[in-house]
Structure formats: C-alpha cells, structure tokens
C-alpha cells in the first residue's frame, strides 16, 4: 500500500511539473506522442524545463535529489540547460536539525558530545541529499586539538531508499520498453549503478576506507591533499576527518585573484584523474 501511495505521489508531481511532457515528447512512437498531446493540452508551462526537472526531484525526496546530483555530471546524456540547472541541486538540500546529528553522534560513540569534541558548530557548514557536515574540534589522546568536518547520516535513509529504489527500477523496465532510444540509454543498468553506489554512500565506514585508500594511492604526487581520516571516531553513520580549507573549483575568479595558475591546475587534474584510472584502477 505504501509503495501504490508513493508511486501516486511521484505521478502527481510529474504531471504538477509537466515531466510528462518532457518524457514523452521524446518518443517516436505514434501513441505516445498523442498521449503526450493529450497529457499536455490545456497545460502552459513558462518556466524553463531544467528549472521544473530541478523543482520537481526537490519535491520528491533525497533519493530523487541524489540521482539529480549524478545526473548534473553527466552532460553526455543531457541537454546544457538541464545539466546547469540540476548541478544547483548539490547544495541546496535544507539540513536537518543539529539536535538529530549531535543524538546520532552520542548513539554511536555511547558517549556524550562534549567527552568526545572540545567544540562542535551546531550549524552544519553542507547539508547534502545522504548526508551533512558540521565544523568540530577534536582533542587526540595525546592532547593534540585537531580542526575536523564531521559527516552525519540523515536519519532513516536506508528505508526510504529501498522504497523509492524499487520504484526506480520499476519506471526503468517500462521506459525501456516503451521506446528504443530510451533502451539505448540503458536505463535498467544506470539505476542498477545508482542502486550500489547509494547503498555505498549510507556505510560511512567504507567511505572513510575509501578515503584512506586515496590518500595511500596520492602520496608522492605531491598535488592533491586528501583529508586524514580519524579512525577512532567512525562509524557507519558517523566519520570525522580533517578539516580542508580552500575555493571551490567552480570559483575561478576568486582562484585567479588568489593567483592560482589555472592552466596548470586543469594539467594537473588530468594528471590526477588518469593516475587514478590507469595507475590505481581506484
């Protein structure tokens, strides 16, 4: 019953943003496009489609945010308009309340915070899909006051995941089948990689060993820093890492006027990706 609910909730906003229209203008096949026409008579939409694409997965719920988030990456599969406006989902994800992190921190270290933090910014400073990060200071056993990020898990993602998942999945089998040009996107095996790779992101244990790994993999290279993992206070729900400061990379008039080469910072950001991918097959 729960799943019928969520798939009518998941129609009615396609319809409510016009997704229908866009899905279905698509295809070739005679029927649908008259179902299309169908759907869409009467309907005006003035805002631009990458817009209502975006609106709508904010509406739906993380997992639909997330797989928007995949998506702005992939401009080999979307128009420009779209994929400019879905990488707008990757920090406009409203955070949950401080008091969730801190329980779930205290949950799973059975300690309180302040026996764990000597100061913890009840703020986050990034509020993502999966996850959100809060500022701390973290004291070491011998003494030593580190700078950290702390990743939280929001809270009851695994069950909300699995549902929407199942849902995915079903929609994929029927896109495929309704239209050969969608079956050559394969969207059966892009939700398949979305499922692991979600299921990946929820165990933030294998995130830090990730993490490790790289930071293992880039040592010499002497162009990346990767941030220190501090593996005494991770968990699956929890990860505490060094604090990295710098300007994100889609800055680039604020990297400019910090003199940052950028010629060279995109050679060696081939550099990096190729070593990972030919190197450290990682």
Request: hydrophobic share 45%; proline share 6%; aromatic share 8%.
């Amino acid at each position: 019953m729960s799943r019928l609910l969520r798939g009518v909730t998941i129609l009615w906003v396609v319809f409510r943003y016009g997704l229908d229209e866009l899905v279905l203008s698509g295809f070739k096949h005679p029927s649908l496009r008259l179902l299309s026409r169908v759907l869409t008579f009467g309907r005006r939409f003035h805002t631009p489609r990458g817009v209502r694409l975006r609106q709508a997965l904010e509406q739906l719920g993380p997992i639909f945010v997330k797989f928007g988030q995949v998506l702005s990456t992939r401009s080999d599969l979307l128009p420009p308009d779209v994929a400019l406006e879905l990488a707008k989902l990757q920090d406009r994800v409203p955070p949950f309340p401080a008091e969730i992190a801190v329980a779930t921190i205290e949950r799973s270290f059975q300690r309180p915070l302040a026996d764990i933090f000597v100061s913890f910014e009840q703020q986050p400073v990034a509020s993502a899909s999966i996850a959100q990060v809060h500022f701390a200071v973290l004291r070491d056993r011998n003494g030593v006051e580190h700078e950290v990020a702390v990743k939280v898990l929001r809270p009851g993602m695994l069950a909300v995941i699995d549902k929407d998942l199942q849902l995915m999945h079903m929609m994929a089998r029927w896109v495929e089948r309704l239209s050969a040009d969608a079956k050559r996107l394969k969207p059966r095996q892009v939700i398949a990689e979305f499922d692991n790779y979600l299921h990946d992101e929820l165990d933030l244990i294998r995130e830090a060993a990730n993490a490790a790994q790289l930071r293992r993999n880039m040592e010499g290279l002497d162009l990346v820093l990767i941030p220190e993992i501090h593996w005494d206070f991770c968990h699956p729900q929890v990860m505490v890492m060094e604090r990295m400061k710098g300007v994100p990379i889609s800055q680039v008039e604020r990297l400019r006027e910090a003199g940052v080469d950028i010629p060279q910072l995109a050679r060696d950001g081939v550099t990096l990706f190729f070593t990972q991918v030919f190197r450290d097959g990682f």
